[in-house]
């Protein structure tokens, strides 16, 4: 495992447990303590870990609920359609990447890109990658949303909309046959509204527990959406009207323990 993607999963053990040994940790990842220790030096050195006596944890305000909680919900199916949605991305790009949790952890799994220009509205994802390999990041602002840890507004919108993505991720709240891509929070749909038809590519992130859901605003129907990355099959009448629309569907691999 290279460094960059240990480094992405110690930091999603201390999001599942809170804090880790360093002994459990190399233990896990079969290596050197010493070499937990490095990659802990390099996480706390931009403030994604505090370093504790034999362990690590995660800073006390890096997350709140309910955003945390969100963030843990379906956790393995969401790195695992990260961890394939990265592969759409080649050094270089320009990304967009919303505030949704499933995007959160997209944007860990681009460590190991090189020279991409990250745009994003969520504080969450720019925190996290600020600083990592070279790329250059940039954070839409305006008010915050407390829950969403993003901005929304009309300054939010105006300020990505002045970038030209080659491929851009939304997580989605919820996806019908009927009625297309769905989210619950109308400021976060309008924002994602609004985005369209910046992105060359516009692909969403969301696992299988989207299917069932039944949303209440409106984002985009399958026509507008090129690609959905997730990690189980959609039901038959989901799959005809991706294919109807012309979305591709991407099914993602299991993300092995310790990987």
């Not at 009625?179 to 400021?187: A, R, S, T, V």
Request: hydrophobic share 45%; charged share 25%.
């Amino acid at each position: 495992m290279i460094q960059a993607d240990r480094i992405s999963a110690i930091l999603a053990a201390l999001d599942e447990r809170g804090s880790c040994s360093i002994s459990e940790l190399a233990l896990r990842f079969d290596v050197s303590e010493e070499t937990i220790r490095r990659d802990v030096r390099q996480l706390e050195a931009n403030g994604s870990v505090i370093k504790v006596h034999g362990g690590v944890t995660l800073p006390a305000p890096r997350l709140e609920a309910p955003y945390r909680k969100r963030l843990r919900e379906q956790l393995e199916a969401k790195r695992s359609i990260a961890r394939h949605a990265a592969g759409l991305v080649q050094d270089g790009m320009t990304v967009f990447i919303d505030s949704g949790t499933t995007s959160f952890w997209v944007a860990q799994e681009l460590g190991h890109r090189k020279g991409l220009t990250l745009v994003t509205n969520s504080v969450e994802v720019a925190a996290d990658v600020l600083g990592r390999s070279d790329h250059r990041v940039f954070l839409a602002g305006g008010m915050l949303n407390a829950d969403y840890r993003a901005a929304f507004d009309a300054d939010a919108v105006r300020m990505v909309r002045g970038f030209l993505p080659d491929i851009a991720f939304f997580s989605m709240g919820a996806i019908d046959a009927h009625h297309g891509f769905l989210d619950f929070d109308p400021d976060e749909a309008a924002f994602k509204r609004a985005l369209l038809d910046r992105a060359r590519r516009i692909v969403v992130v969301a696992d299988h527990a989207k299917f069932s859901r039944v949303g209440t605003v409106h984002v985009a129907d399958f026509g507008q959406i090129h690609d959905l990355v997730t990690d189980l099959p959609p039901p038959p009448p989901l799959m005809d009207a991706a294919r109807d629309g012309g979305t591709a569907i991407h099914l993602s691999e299991p993300v092995l323990q310790g990987g």
